[in-house]
């Protein structure tokens, strides 16, 4: 691109005009990765295959190849653009939007980081909670005029930075030891986990974190427990051109004596059909199925409590089979669903919706929201108190009969959690959580750090992969992974308590963790 290899120069001689046609397509590819590199995808190699790029390193992809198109006029939509990256990437990110904004054209961001809510021209705030509490604008304008919006809970944590008191560490009860880590960019690595605490693996994108927490120490935990669980991400790719990745190295050297049980909470769906829902996949179902088969209606007729569930033939809609819907084939268009008209999408015979609990059906309880239900069975403490932990979570919106293929992987991830909260907690239970906070409202990450405490406080022990620095500063333990990604990262920059990292020079999470810290 600068005209200085040494083959250019013997060209130059006796073709001067192919000597500039180079340079050109040498510019043009140089700024191409510029603009790659800008968005931290620079550990990514030019032959990976996009389905097995995750969503975030997709929508930066296609964010780079805008850049570089020159376009003007043009409206882009982003949805949560930051979610999943480090506060060193999300810098970058705002760079190329900044860009792409100088050359004449409209951003619309849909967005949960403070960071990048503050960067913005104009706010259009959504609430003032969630499902049917929400669906309002609050406010819409320039930022500075969302400060005297009562009713928005945004307002308070890009206005208020109200004193937040970081926790004192707790002290681990043992470590649990991993020796000569070999995948992917981890070479030989040795690296010990606090038991019986907190610990955030923090680092910036593709440095490694994941590889380490969400697929070494999980395979090599469920081997020493005797457990198979798959590791590997789900991708789009075609089955007979993936290429699995393998662990080649690496053992526990102590420590797993106080691990008795191992959960994995993940954002994969809870269930691949509209039969699985919130209330099957906590259990919650089956105690309000019992409640229904206890009235004196139910006995009378002598209904157990599999008559009141849609999975079985005898409660169910015969037409939908329990389904809700029908599916109407047309002629040169896709197939479409319509409510059932027999039952009118309530899953359930006629027979089976006489029968009533505090004169509601089963399928008006299924159409509940989990605060609604939480007060309607508020006399069964079994059912009122499944309710208020998955409400704990935040996910107090959201109906009881909703679809699991309607949930979002954050909303799957926290009913995963609200799900193992409900049981009886005996300790010595290890908790694996990838990236949690991704796509949650800082209101939110709050509930959903106070519920991880409660686990460590029952004597279990949290492992996070995490950005968000307000869940890093008050964790017991850190472990940054770097200090870049790809060939950059795989080692651990420095390892110890939030108020040690922040002094740390070479780690890129401690310039945004001491900024946390200075807030709080």
Not at 4 to 12: D, F, G, Q, T, V
Request: proline letters at 5%; charged letters at 25%; aromatic letters at 6%.
């Amino acid at each position: 691109a600068t005209g200085e290899a040494p083959a250019l120069k013997k060209m130059a001689a006796g073709h001067p005009e192919k000597v500039v046609v180079a340079q050109r397509i040498a510019e043009d590819f140089l700024g191409r990765l510029q603009v790659m590199l800008d968005l931290g995808l620079g550990y990514l190699t030019l032959e990976r295959s996009t389905p097995t790029l995750s969503p975030g390193e997709l929508q930066r992809l296609r964010l780079a190849t805008q850049v570089r198109s020159n376009l003007f006029g043009v409206v882009y939509v982003l949805d949560e653009p930051s979610a999943g990256l480090h506060p060193a990437d999300t810098e970058a990110l705002l760079r190329v939007l900044d860009k792409l904004k100088a050359s004449g054209n409209s951003l619309f961001v849909v967005e949960h980081e403070i960071d990048v809510i503050r960067h913005a021209d104009w706010i259009v705030d959504v609430g003032p909670a969630a499902g049917e509490k929400g669906g309002h604008i609050l406010y819409s304008g320039l930022p500075a005029g969302l400060k005297n919006v009562k009713d928005s809970v945004t307002r308070r944590y890009i206005y208020e930075d109200s004193v937040k008191v970081v926790p004192t560490p707790r002290t681990p009860k043992d470590w649990l030891k991993l020796e000569g880590v070999t995948r992917n960019n981890l070479a030989g690595l040795s690296a010990a986990f606090p038991l019986g605490v907190m610990t955030s693996v923090t680092g910036v994108s593709g440095s490694g974190k994941s590889t380490l927490v969400s697929q070494v120490l999980v395979e090599l935990v469920a081997e020493q427990l005797g457990l198979k669980v798959a590791t590997s991400a789900e991708t789009e790719a075609d089955p007979l051109e993936q290429v699995e990745v393998l662990t080649l190295g690496g053992q526990i050297t102590a420590g797993m004596k106080h691990i008795k049980r191992l959960v994995v909470v993940d954002q994969k769906p809870i269930g691949r059909t509209p039969r699985s829902n919130l209330a099957t996949y906590t259990g919650l179902f089956d105690h309000v199925r019992k409640l229904f088969a206890s009235t004196k209606a139910a006995k009378a007729k002598k209904y157990d409590a599999g008559r009141f569930s849609f999975n079985v033939a005898k409660g169910r809609c015969p037409h939908c089979e329990g389904e809700g819907f029908v599916m109407v084939e047309l002629l040169f268009l896709p197939s479409v669903y319509t409510p059932c008209p027999t039952c009118g999408g309530t899953r359930y015979n006629t027979k089976t919706l006489e029968i009533t609990y505090k004169d509601k059906n089963i399928a008006e309880v299924l159409g509940m929201t989990v605060d609604e239900a939480a007060n309607f069975f508020d006399e069964d403490p079994a059912v009122s108190r499944a309710l208020e932990v998955v409400s704990e979570v935040g996910l107090g919106y959201l109906r009881l009969g909703q679809p699991a293929t309607e949930l979002s992987g954050g909303e799957a991830q926290r009913i995963k959690l609200a799900t193992e909260l409900q049981r009886a907690q005996h300790g010595q239970t290890l908790y694996i959580l990838d990236e949690p906070t991704t796509g949650l409202h800082p209101s939110d990450v709050e509930r959903l750090m106070l519920q991880l405490n409660r686990l460590v406080d029952a004597g279990n022990t949290v492992i996070l992969v995490e950005h968000d620095m307000r869940v890093i500063a008050a964790s017991d333990w850190v472990i940054d992974i770097g200090p870049g990604a790809g060939e950059d990262g795989g080692k651990i920059v420095v390892a110890g308590t939030p108020a040690e990292i922040i002094k740390n020079k070479v780690s890129r999470t401690a310039p945004y963790l001491k900024q946390t810290f200075v807030n709080a």
